[in-house]
């Protein structure tokens, strides 16, 4: 069975960088999936962030383009996500997923759903 | 960008009631809808995927329907443990929800 586990600083500064780790058990990164970042501010909806192909190919939320990076790991079979210049407006439980896509005939595709999903891990931008 | 709204955003029923949750697509997505469940304080799970397919373990008093941009959620004999927030979802966009309440 799949499992993925975020981990980092439950607290960020204003104006600074929010670094979150998601450590996947169960499936390789490498593997023909896509790794996605899902949010949740406090008492809304699900906010997709992005994700990351294990070629290294990512696509971002357009609203959050500039500030955003993820990143993989292949020798701790974990993958990244930074967001610079934080505000109180990215505080949220901020979950990693998995997206089921697949390669066929020398292409690759993505599921369009988040297949598994992590616990979730709060972050509270605030000074 | 494709959006996605559901209605209603929030339900109560008893237990044992029908009930039905709809997502509409801003444009054509074929059958590529998911709906995911999230118990209170709880992350989300995926419940359905392309529409109609039930995810290994979930009970089959869940399903769901539609193509194109108009799809439905049902939940045939509602549960307590059903109680929860249901959101549809095509690739990156998610709907807004809906809250499903025992009466």
């Known amino acids: ?127 | 960008d494709i959006q996605m709204t559901q209605s209603p955003t929030s339900l109560s029923a008893s237990v044992g009631d029908r009930v039905t949750i709809t997502c509409q697509a801003t444009e054509d997505i074929g059958y590529y809808l998911s709906w995911h469940q999230q118990k209170p304080g709880k992350a989300p799970e995926l419940l359905l995927y392309h529409a109609s397919y039930l995810q290994t373990g979930v009970p089959s008093r869940f399903s769901g329907s539609g193509s194109g941009t108009d799809f439905s959620f049902t939940i045939s004999s509602l549960q307590p443990e059903d109680v929860g927030t249901y959101y549809c979802q095509h690739s990156v966009a998610f709907g807004g929800g809906t809250r499903v309440e025992i009466k």
Not at chain 1, 31 to 44: A, I, L
């Open chain 1, 1 to 127: 069975q799949v499992q993925l586990q975020e981990s980092g600083p439950g607290l960020v500064r204003p104006s600074g960088t929010l670094s979150l780790t998601c450590a996947v058990s169960g499936d390789s990164i490498s593997s023909d999936h896509w790794w996605t970042w899902v949010r949740q501010p406090p008492g809304k909806g699900l906010e997709w962030i992005g994700e990351i192909f294990h070629s290294g190919s990512t696509n971002y939320n357009p609203s959050l383009k500039s500030r955003v990076a993820i990143s993989l790991d292949n020798s701790k079979n974990q993958f990244s996500l930074r967001l610079t210049s934080v505000t109180a407006a990215d505080t949220a439980i901020y979950y990693c997923t998995r997206d089921p896509g697949y390669c066929s005939g020398g292409r690759c595709y993505r599921g369009h759903y988040c297949e598994f999903w992590g616990q979730g891990t709060q972050v509270t931008v605030s000074s």
